[in-house]
């Protein structure tokens, strides 16, 4: 048995050697560069998830800013349309208060139409000019309600700058 131990021992150690070799090759051929794969894949899909992140935030502050605007153009879009409505009431309340005094000249017994359009003129109805005090106020009115909209458009742009 002696004679053949060393051929079975030659065999054993070459069968030894293929497997080692075997593991080793498999462990840096195979394995290592598996593990890099799924790593580069871990990372990519991340950096993906990270992008799309980034842009639905975009997305989301460009949606927000949009609105902002909008409500800023809705806001000083009704302060010029209130403006203009209290200035045509004050027109329309001046004009019925000169037609009344009119009115009540013209059902003076002792006076002409003439004569009370003289000292009662009628201003009109819309459009007209009123007195510096007035208009004044009317103005500021307008332009704080503006200031009100420009603070609640800041408001918002602060709002939407954060994520």
Request: glycine share 6%; aromatic share 6%; with cysteine.
């Amino acid at each position: 048995m002696l004679k053949h131990a060393d051929p079975i021992l030659k065999i054993a150690l070459a069968v030894a050697a293929l497997l080692a070799g075997s593991g080793v090759g498999y462990y840096y051929g195979i394995y290592l560069p598996a593990q890099d794969v799924r790593r580069q894949t871990q990372e990519m899909t991340q950096r993906q998830s990270h992008e799309q992140e980034q842009s639905r935030a975009l997305a989301e502050r460009a949606r927000r800013e949009a609105a902002a605007q909008a409500d800023y153009g809705t806001c000083v879009n009704f302060a010029e349309s209130a403006y203009k409505q209290r200035w045509t009431q004050t027109c329309q309340t001046m004009h019925d208060a000169d037609q009344s005094a009119f009115e009540d000249c013209a059902d003076n017994l002792f006076s002409t139409r003439s004569g009370c359009l003289a000292k009662h003129p009628v201003r009109p109805a819309q459009d007209c000019a009123l007195p510096s005090q007035t208009a004044q106020a009317l103005t500021e009115a307008r332009e704080q309600r503006k200031g009100q909209c420009v603070a609640q458009l800041e408001t918002a742009q602060r709002g939407s700058g954060q994520p």
